[in-house]
């Protein structure tokens, strides 16, 4: 008989591996495989390691417990289309097209930057001071700062305004009983505006702006003799007198009867110079009375 160990008494190495015929675990043959395996989780042994075969049979011996390298997370698939290998990349912007698209793209370019120059040189003769060439050419800079681009200020202005001007307007009234009309005396309409909008947190821009440029298109678009120039001479005129009628006919002149007529003028004075200057100002007031408007 030979004698057998209890099945729970076994050595647990023997049921990991078996020694070889040239020594065991003793052999170097098995040494470098082993080292060149990497370690991995312990592994823990069999709950119920397996008997030992009846006398006379060979014994199984159960395969060797590999150790299982840790795994890894696999890398994120590449976006976008496959590179290829053979074609260098594409450059960024401009440089990345193709020979006719990079002259088309120049082209473009070019055209923008010499319209660009091109209105910034006509809009800086619009507003610089008169030059000779801004009067050789004020034709063509008119015809493209008008109407589109129209600039109401001036570079480097030598001669600000140093006029007081106010507008002062009447009317023809035609009493209500009847009778022939009378006459009703100046009302300064640049006065009125002026007191409507002094200390005023904020001011109204009818108040401040209507009847002043109303004017100045007026005086622009006619003669000394205030003749119309043109359509718009005609509509600046239609234009002033809407203003003065509203102005005079909102009180219906006084409660004193139906407006017949109406008339306009301009008072003009010069700003005296300061106390310091030596310069001689006429402080004069001039006038420019308009004709009779009928309504």
Not at 25 to 32: C, L, T
Not at 97 to 108: E, I, K, Q
Not at 176 to 189: F, S
Request: proline share 13%; glycine share 8%.
């Amino acid at each position: 008989m030979v004698g057998r160990r209890p099945v729970g008494c076994q050595p647990l190495r023997s049921t990991l591996w078996t020694p070889d015929d040239r020594g065991g675990m003793e052999s170097n043959e098995r040494e470098p495989a082993e080292a060149s395996v990497p370690a991995g989780p312990p592994v823990d042994p069999p709950a119920n390691p397996p008997s030992e075969p009846p006398t006379g049979q060979p014994a199984v011996q159960p395969a060797a417990a590999a150790a299982v390298p840790a795994a890894r997370t696999p890398a994120d698939p590449p976006v976008g289309p496959p590179a290829d290998p053979g074609r260098p990349p594409r450059a960024p912007g401009i440089a990345g097209l193709s020979a006719p698209y990079r002259v088309l793209a120049a082209l473009a370019l070019a055209a923008v930057g010499l319209a660009a120059c091109g209105h910034l040189a006509l809009v800086f003769l619009h507003v610089a001071p008169s030059n000779t060439v801004s009067k050789q050419h004020a034709r063509t800079v008119d015809d493209w700062i008008y109407p589109e681009f129209e600039q109401n200020w001036k570079l480097f202005a030598p001669n600000p305004l140093q006029q007081n001007i106010a507008v002062q307007a009447r009317a023809e009234v035609r009493p209500a009983l009847g009778g022939e009309p009378v006459t009703v005396g100046w009302r300064d309409l640049s006065a009125e505006d002026g007191a409507a909008i002094r200390h005023g947190l904020l001011p109204s821009h009818t108040r401040q702006n209507e009847l002043r440029r109303a004017w100045d298109f007026f005086t622009g678009s006619h003669d000394e003799d205030n003749k119309p120039i043109g359509e718009r001479g005609e509509l600046s005129e239609q234009y002033l007198r809407r203003i003065a009628l509203a102005r005079l006919g909102r009180d219906a002149a006084g409660g004193r009867g139906e407006i017949v007529r109406i008339q306009l003028r301009s008072t003009t004075r010069a700003v005296p110079a300061p106390p310091w200057s030596e310069e001689k100002t006429d402080t004069q007031t001039y006038y420019r009375e308009l004709p009779w408007w009928t309504v």
